[in-house]
Nanobody
């Protein structure tokens, strides 16, 4: 059974940084895609970026690619989202998701995500 657990969210001032973690269990990070998504109050869920754990390729949404980076530690089965120069509009619940062990029905970047974490709240405010 695949489980994803996010952590690292919190309250940060504009311009600050946070690193979110997504600990994955039930699969190994040697092929699946792990995506980061966010949902702001009153808005739909949007993709932030993903990493292909087999090729260790990352893709980050244009809107945040100069501030956010995705990385992984396969020994810890963990994927990270480093967020710098945070803005109030980055306030959202952040989720990680995977397309393993089988494709899900939520498609983003042409990838079907089906297993999700519970989310972690990020609030950017002075």
């Amino acid at each position: 059974q695949v489980q994803l657990v996010e952590s690292g969210g919190g309250l940060v001032q504009p311009g600050g940084s946070l690193r979110l973690s997504c600990v994955v269990s039930g699969i190994t990070l040697d092929a699946p895609n792990i995506g980061w998504f966010r949902q702001a109050p009153g808005k739909g869920r949007e993709g932030v970026g993903y990493i292909n754990t087999g090729h260790v390729d990352t893709h980050v949404a244009i809107a945040v690619k100069d501030r956010f980076t995705i990385s992984m530690d396969s020994m810890k089965n963990t994927v990270y989202l480093q967020m710098n120069s945070l803005k109030p509009e980055d306030t959202a619940v952040y989720y990680c998701a995977t397309d393993a062990p089988r494709l899900g029905d939520y498609y983003w970047w042409g990838i079907g995500f089906g297993s999700w974490g519970q989310g972690t709240q990020v609030t950017v405010s002075s």
